[in-house]
Nanobody, 118 residues
Framework: QLVESGGGWVQAGGSLRLSCAVS????????MGWFRQAPGKEREFVAA????????HYADSVRGRFTISRDTAKLTVDLQMDSLKPEDTAVYYC?????????????WGQGVQVTVSS
């Protein structure tokens, strides 16, 4: 089970932090990913982290502004979002898969809303 938290409203240039709590499975063989879906658009990949190695991967649109991390003790995956832009406004979701964290193979949760005003 994946449960997202955090999000909210922020002005452009501001920061927000999202967290994803994971329960009910062994994560060593998984990669965790954050995704987002803006109104009228398809869901897209944002960032991923391999649970065992900590290797990260980012979409070009967020690289250098967002940082994904995992806490192996707390079983959480966080997304630190800095220098936010209005185009980052979306519902953000976390997910997992056994490949690279970009595929979202688990059931989707409700996500959290992030709104960035100009």
């Amino acid at each position: 089970q994946l449960v997202e938290s955090g999000g909210g409203w922020v002005q452009a240039g501001g920061s927000l932090r999202l967290s994803c709590a994971v329960s009910g499975r062994t994560l060593g063989n998984y990669a965790m990913g954050w995704f987002r879906q803006a109104p009228g658009k398809e869901r897209e990949f944002v960032a991923a982290v391999a649970w065992y190695s900590g290797t990260t991967h980012y979409a070009d649109s967020v690289r250098g502004r967002f940082t994904i991390s995992r806490d192996t003790a707390k079983l959480t995956v966080d997304l630190q979002m800095d220098s936010l832009k209005p185009e980052d406004t979306a519902v953000y979701y976390c997910n997992a898969d056994r490949v690279d964290g970009t595929r979202g193979s688990q059931p989707w949760g409700q996500g959290v809303q992030v709104t960035v005003s100009s």
